[in-house]
């Protein structure tokens, strides 16, 4: 059974820092490429941030590039969204997923977790 538990979500002001994790078991986790998404009320989920299985190739969307960075480290099945800067925009529960394709749509990722709520107010 796969599973992807998500931790470190939080309240913080704008401009202030939090740090995502997200552990999963029951896979071969280094064979996954790993992504980030968030979904805000009233609105659709989209991407956040991917990283292939080695760890050498990252893609980021447009509106957190610079301010979130996306790791992993496979010997401990975890995967980390590091946010600094943050926005009120930045407002959304974010969902760690695992898929076998290097992607920014959400269709393609098999595994998703339950998410975790992060909030970025003024």
């Known amino acids: 059974q796969v599973q992807l538990v998500e931790s470190g979500g939080g309240s913080v002001q704008t401009g202030g820092s939090l740090r995502l994790s997200c552990e999963a078991s029951g896979l071969t986790f280094s064979s996954y490429v790993l992504g980030w998404f968030r979904q805000a009320p009233g609105k659709e989920r989209e991407f956040v941030a991917a990283?292939?299985?080695?760890?050498?190739?990252?893609s980021y969307a447009t509106s957190v590039k610079g301010r979130l960075t996306i790791s992993r480290a496979n010997a401990k099945n975890t995967v980390s969204l590091q946010m600094n800067s943050l926005k009120p925009e930045d407002t959304a529960v974010y969902y760690c997923a695992a898929s076998l394709q290097f992607s920014r749509n959400a269709l393609q990722y098999y595994y998703w977790g339950q998410g975790t709520q992060v909030t970025a107010s003024s």
């Open positions: 990283l292939t299985p080695s760890g050498y190739r990252t």
